[in-house]
């Protein structure tokens, strides 16, 4: 394992998190910040060059998202999966869907509390899903 950047590397670590902060005011979400800093510009890894992660750089420059990313996109397929069971009343496959995958919705905003990356009080409901990704 490394933990400090290969000499190949040829930016600086102030210039990493710069590219971070102009990617992320552009609207890219963070895992793809560091693909995009990966595939053009040859970082091999933020962690390694910056000693920071990507969403520590982003808190630091309070640009990090209210919803945590994962959480995010779980929520949105819920949402597009609601909406296609209001078409396809009997759809029973994925009624079951979607009472799993919102079952793991839960199981991740429990474990988002307990990090401290949602708020004690944060809930989720079927109603204001859409309010959490818009």
Do not use: C
């Amino acid at each position: 394992m490394r933990d400090s950047a290969p000499e190949w590397v040829s930016m600086l670590p102030r210039e990493v998190e710069a590219k971070v902060v102009e990617m992320a005011k552009e609207g890219v979400q963070p895992a793809v910040i560091g693909l995009r800093l990966r595939d053009q510009f040859g970082v091999p890894s933020v962690h390694e060059v910056t000693g920071k992660r990507v969403g520590q750089i982003l808190a630091a420059n309070k640009l990090a998202p209210k919803v945590p990313q994962d959480l995010a996109n779980l929520v949105r397929r819920a949402i597009s999966l609601r909406e296609h069971l209001q078409n396809n009343r009997n759809d029973l496959h994925n009624t079951r869907g979607l009472e799993m995958m919102e079952a793991r919705i839960r199981r991740l905003i429990r474990y988002h509390k307990q990090r401290g990356d949602l708020a004690a009080d944060f809930k989720y409901t079927r109603d204001t899903a859409r309010l959490l990704v818009d």
